[in-house]
């Protein structure tokens, strides 16, 4: 079982729609996740963190987590052609302070 | 401007020859980390180091080393580059007091070694 795993995908999602993306990680004693957007040939960038339970809402964005399913989610609201990318899901797993990245999610908004 | 620099941004080098890619951070922060990002294998630590002189191997440290004798600066150097190290490489840093912090991550280096 990997460390975090994500869906390769491509997901495709119309323009305006909502696109949910998951992710699940394998550490118990996780305490911080990460969401990044990657597009082709460039950095990833950090687009949201999330620490509690719960959702955590910045904008289009909505980060969710649930510690006990070891489960955490993006959701990107009013989807927009710009937000094809890679999203990637980070987990400091075991309490530390090193980034387990999943492989990402390529994420295609069709017009 | 908050920044993590990596130079250069494009490598094309031969089997063998020495290399060493540049990565400095303006932040102050502790911990600064290399990792190479592969198809389908995602991105994977090769070495970090947690603060000046404290340096240790990632996931994927074979072929690598690194050094560590600021706090701004942490070089990836390739001894002998192989065509398995052809790769895209990502340097990044964050506060080592602030758990819940992300990284920031460079522009990124793509090696090419043939």
């Known amino acids: 079982q990997k460390e975090v795993e994500q869906n390769s995908g491509p997901l495709s999602v119309p323009e305006g729609a909502i696109a949910s993306l998951n992710c699940t990680y394998s550490?118990?004693?996780?305490?911080?996740f990460f969401w990044y957007r990657q597009y082709s040939g460039k950095s990833p960038e950090l687009i949201m963190s999330?620490?509690?339970?719960g959702d955590k809402e910045d904008g289009r964005f909505t980060a969710q987590l649930n510690k006990a399913s070891q489960y955490v989610s993006l959701l990107i609201r009013d989807s927009q052609p710009s937000d094809s990318a890679t999203y990637l899901c980070?987990?400091?797993?075991?309490?530390?302070?090193?980034?387990?990245f999943g492989t990402g999610t390529q994420l295609k908004v069709e017009l | 401007e908050a920044q993590v620099t990596q130079n250069p941004r494009y490598l094309i080098t031969v089997t063998g020859k020495k290399l060493t890619v540049t990565c400095s951070q303006n932040?102050?922060?502790?911990?600064m980390s290399w990792y190479r990002q592969d198809p389908g294998l995602g991105l994977r630590q090769i070495y970090y180091?947690?603060?000046?002189?404290?340096?240790d191997k990632g996931d994927v440290p074979e072929g690598y080393k690194v050094s560590r004798k600021e706090k701004r600066n942490f070089p990836l150097i390739l001894e002998s580059p192989s065509p398995n190290q052809t790769s895209l490489y990502f340097c990044?840093?964050?506060?080592?007091?602030?758990?819940?912090?992300?990284?920031?991550f460079g522009s990124g280096t793509r090696l090419t070694v043939v």
């Open positions: 990044a840093s964050s506060p080592m007091t602030r758990t819940n912090y992300g990284y920031t």
């Open positions: 550490d118990r004693v996780s305490q911080s």
């Open positions: 999330i620490y509690s339970n």
């Open positions: 980070a987990v400091k797993l075991g309490g530390g302070n090193k980034l387990t």
């Open positions: 932040m102050n922060h502790e911990y």
């Open positions: 180091s947690m603060n000046v002189e404290a340096t």
